[in-house]
């Protein structure tokens, strides 16, 4: 499954994973992103975020999991941690589980203030 996860405060809000792992009882290839709830964002900065953790994802598979991916019907699932440490246990399984993981980080500039 290629993964994505939402990361850290600003500067490293979203996470994005790929799973190259052959331990997966399913063979859906799926691509999902955490986003940490105690960031705060909009709901158009959290899309834009997603969007990006997403498209990295994506860009870093190997284009045979991306190929199995879309053939699979290229399905996206966005779930929710509660902050840092729901983040690093999300980690810490995804390195127990072959995982692989990669920030996305945000300037932190394009929220704007209402």
């Known amino acids: 499954a290629i993964k994505a996860s939402a990361a850290g405060a600003p500067g490293a809000p979203l996470q994005a994973m790929s799973?190259?792992?052959?331990d997966d009882d399913s063979d859906d290839y799926k691509l999902a992103v955490v986003a940490r709830r105690d960031l705060g964002m909009s709901a158009g900065k959290l899309a834009a975020q997603v969007g990006h953790a997403v498209h990295d994802a994506v860009v870093k598979c190997t284009k045979q999991m991306r190929k199995a991916w879309e053939d699979d019907g290229s399905m996206i699932v966005v779930l929710q941690t509660e902050g840092v440490a729901g983040l690093a246990e999300?980690?810490?399984?995804?390195?127990?589980t072959g995982v692989r993981c990669c920030s996305e980080h945000d300037e932190g500039l394009t929220e704007v203030a209402e």
Request: aromatic share 0%.
């Open 19 to 22: 799973d190259d792992s052959e």
């Open 90 to 96: 999300l980690q810490a399984a995804a390195k127990r």
